[in-house]
């Protein structure tokens, strides 16, 4: 009686990986064509499991459609330095190069009393009753764009406070307030999706796990039959993590296609709407990135999921 | 090659399944093992290939001590064990080559020599034509000869079987007495329950004899 006989692992044939990638590929094939075997089982599964998916991946791009308009518009940020109605427009001018040379200025657009009636009249429709007028009412207005260092939110109102302060000023509007709440929606809703992402994450993890277990059900007699002939845990529960890893792949496939189908939809009125505001915004899809996150995403739950169903059941079937 | 000390096991709720059984059985021997039904034939074999552990005692199988064995290692000590059982157990949605192959794509051979190893167990029990039909279109003859090929065809030194003739008529138990004889004389250690009183006479061969879980009668090694 020698220790090595006592230790059968000694006597497992070595280790080849030609053929432990050649069982890979054979189990994995078999386990995809079991699922196609049964075409609309696997199709209802899979539809459940993509449009629990779909759900937070579509919500995820549109708050990131949202989130690049809306930091367009903040980047952007410009001071509108209405003057008093008294000022003329060579004062206008005047004032216009003298606030230049400041260090946080980057640009200045004099918009003049005669253009800013200009387009007023072409942009109100109150073309005739405008002629009627004998002054014209309204003040000139210098576009202050501030250096790019200083457009934050904060450091724009100082230079707010300041042009503030100089006499010839009327009102001064850095209108980014809404903006600014937009971007505060915008993260909270963030934070909503990615709790609801990882509330449905555990719905998917459910589903496959279920699907799962009544697969192991069905195939009792095999696990039990695959032990006798002394196959270890590991070669029993592979086909079972290739068929949930199929099942997740197959769901992140559907919830693409669900989530590119639905921006297709509303991207035709998006581009409408974007055109009356003048914008030439485009609805961004999925990208690259986001779809092989998905995708790898999608197919590791599935074997999350298949694992905790195989480890948790697996064990109980013992040959008798 | 098989060495029972003093074993015996209880079910819970009291059944005596075994109790204190001792025996000795040489490698290359072809053993029967009998007694009614209950006597404990199939317990003695589930614990030889740890379908079941002992509740006391000691068992041996190939020289290693099956009390102290790990769960992890069970897997290894049953590819050196052949079970053969009276259902067959076979696996109906698959052909009777996939079946046989079994045992080897456990082990992680390769293609080729898988489907060497399998005609050549297939041939041995007369089915090599039969490698492509589902076990289920076959007769009981035939599936219990798949079930043989199966066991066989990863070459173990033990083979067990439980009743591998209960369901054949004498003809067709005849024949696969006559194929366990073959795999003996190439040295295959076999140990046979059956209550086939009428074959075993005829065979001649070593014979326990279980009652009441109690080893009461062994015939000792012939030859």
Wanted: charged share 20%; proline share 4%.
């Amino acid at each position: 009686m020698s220790r090595g006989r006592n230790n059968p692992m000694q006597r497992r044939p070595g280790f080849r990986p030609d053929i432990w990638l050649q069982r890979h590929l054979q189990v994995a094939l078999a386990s995809l064509g079991r699922l196609m075997n049964a075409p609309l089982g696997t199709l209802m599964t899979a539809a459940v499991i993509g449009i629990a998916l779909a759900l937070p991946i579509g919500l995820h791009v549109l708050l990131n459609n949202l989130q690049n308009v809306s930091g367009g518009w903040e980047s952007g940020a410009s001071i509108s330095l209405f003057l008093q109605q008294e000022i003329s427009d060579k004062q206008a001018t005047a004032l216009s190069k003298k606030l230049r040379l400041h260090q946080r200025i980057e640009s200045i657009q004099v918009i003049s009393k005669a253009s800013a009636m200009a387009e007023f009249r072409r942009l109100s429709g109150f073309g005739d009753a405008l002629k009627a007028l004998d002054s014209n009412p309204l003040p000139a207005l210098l576009v202050i764009l501030p250096k790019r260092e200083y457009s934050t939110p904060e450091t724009a109102q100082l230079l707010v406070r300041e042009l503030g302060l100089l006499p010839e000023t009327d009102i001064v509007q850095l209108d980014l307030q809404w903006v600014r709440r937009l971007q505060a929606i915008t993260e909270i809703a963030q934070r909503a999706v990615l709790v609801l992402a990882t509330l449905l994450g555990l719905a998917v993890l459910l589903i496959i796990g279920n699907t799962i277990r009544l697969e192991i059900q069905n195939r009792h007699a095999e696990i039990e039959i695959t032990k006798l002939i002394g196959a270890t845990n590991g070669f029993i529960r592979r086909p079972f993590l290739y068929t949930g890893l199929w099942y997740g792949l197959f769901g992140g496939i559907i919830a693409w296609l669900l989530v590119a189908i639905s921006i297709l939809l509303i991207s035709g009125p998006v581009a409408e709407l974007a055109m009356l505001y003048q914008s030439a915004f485009d609805l961004s899809s999925l990208d690259i990135t986001t779809t092989l996150l998905l995708l790898t995403g999608s197919a590791g739950l599935g074997l999350l999921g298949s694992w905790i169903a195989v480890g948790r059941h697996l064990s109980a079937i013992e040959p008798s | 090659m098989i060495h029972f000390d003093n074993v015996s096991k209880r079910y819970p709720g009291g059944h005596t399944g075994l109790a204190g059984v001792s025996f000795r059985i040489e490698p290359g021997e072809m053993v029967f093992l009998t007694g009614h039904s209950g006597a404990g034939k199939s317990t003695l074999l589930k614990l030889i290939g740890l379908l079941e552990r002992s509740s006391g005692g000691q068992v041996h199988v190939n020289d290693r001590n099956l009390t102290r064995l790990k769960s992890s290692q069970i897997p290894y000590h049953r590819r050196e064990v052949g079970m053969i059982f009276q259902d067959h157990r076979l696996l109906n949605d698959r052909t009777v080559f996939d079946n046989v192959a079994l045992p080897l794509v456990v082990s992680g051979l390769g293609y080729k020599e898988i489907s060497r190893r399998v005609h050549a167990a297939l041939d041995k029990v007369g089915l090599l034509n039969k490698e492509k039909a589902a076990p289920i279109t076959l007769s009981g003859g035939e599936q219990q000869r798949v079930g043989i090929a199966r066991t066989v065809v990863s070459k173990p030194p033990l083979v067990l079987a439980d009743e591998p003739t209960g369901n054949l008529d004498p003809k067709l138990s005849q024949e696969i007495m006559e194929l366990f004889g073959w795999f003996n004389q190439v040295g295959v250690t076999l140990l046979i329950a059956t209550h086939d009183l009428d074959l075993i006479s005829r065979m001649d061969r070593r014979i326990l004899t279980l009652h009441n879980g109690q080893l009461v009668q062994d015939t000792g090694k012939t030859e």
